[in-house]
């Protein structure tokens, strides 16, 4: 049973491009979520994915858009790369409407941005 | 608003015991705890609802008082692989959309 795989692990980028992160969920799964997570942090809420919309979003700029698509793999984009943007970024996994469903990670992308 | 832990790090003797502990200005539906080993996705180790339930998994339990907004992880007897980085992760209502609030992590270190 594959678990949430993300690509690519790392990534490095100049300020002002724009990137795009991949994740394919857990098998079973409908709902994926997308956090950031600066060293020594603990993981801040982008957005989640349900159903191929943006059900909720957490407090981040326009520049961060996502998309998933009907076999419930996502994207996450960010355009106009700045410092502060270099992070990693973590996907989540979980299965819609159950309040005991946990969040199943996958291991994440380092963007370094310079 | 995120929830503090604390401590922010402890060092432990393998069996020992540790305490973490979770708090939160807003009043809570949920607590999740995760574990995250350096370099690879955090772990899910277990949800607490409302309702002051307490929840064991080996040696690892916690606990859940929603009149304080604080959640207490209590690992026993202590392995070298709980080694690593614990969040609690919080949810105000019941949406089951699982958005959490993370707070800043406690560090644990279990050396021989």
């Known amino acids: 049973d594959a678990g949430v795989t993300q690509s690519p692990t790392h990534l490095i980028k100049t300020r002002g491009q724009q990137v795009t992160l991949r994740c394919s969920p857990k098998s079973g799964h409908d709902t994926v979520s997308w956090y950031q997570q600066a060293l020594g942090q603990g993981p801040q809420f982008i957005f989640q994915y349900y159903e191929e919309e943006e059900r909720q979003r957490g407090n981040f700029p326009d520049r961060f858009s996502g998309h998933q698509f009907p076999n419930y793999s996502s994207e996450l984009n960010v355009n106009a790369l700045l410092l502060g943007d270099s992070a990693l970024y973590l996907c989540?996994?979980?299965?819609?409407?159950?309040?005991?469903?946990?969040?199943?990670f996958g291991n994440g992308t380092r963007l370094t941005v310079t | 608003q995120q929830p503090v832990q604390s401590p922010q790090a402890v060092i432990l003797r393998e069996g020992e015991d540790a305490v973490i502990n979770c708090s939160s200005s807003?009043?809570?539906?949920?607590v999740h705890w995760y574990r995250q080993k350096h370099g690879e996705a955090p772990v899910f180790l277990m949800i607490?609802?409302?309702?002051?339930e307490q929840k064991g998994h080996e040696k690892i339990s916690a606990s859940f008082n929603e009149k304080k907004q604080q959640s207490s992880l209590y690992l026993t007897a202590s392995q070298l692989s709980y080694s690593g980085t614990y969040f609690c992760?919080?949810?105000?209502?019941?949406?089951?959309?699982?958005?959490?609030?993370f707070g800043t992590g406690t560090r644990l270190l279990v050396s021989p």
């Open positions: 607490l609802l409302k309702g002051g």
């Open positions: 807003k009043a809570l539906y949920s």
């Open positions: 992760g919080t949810e105000p209502t019941s949406t089951g959309f699982q958005k959490l609030v």
């Open positions: 989540a996994s979980s299965l819609s409407g159950s309040y005991n469903s946990p969040l199943h």
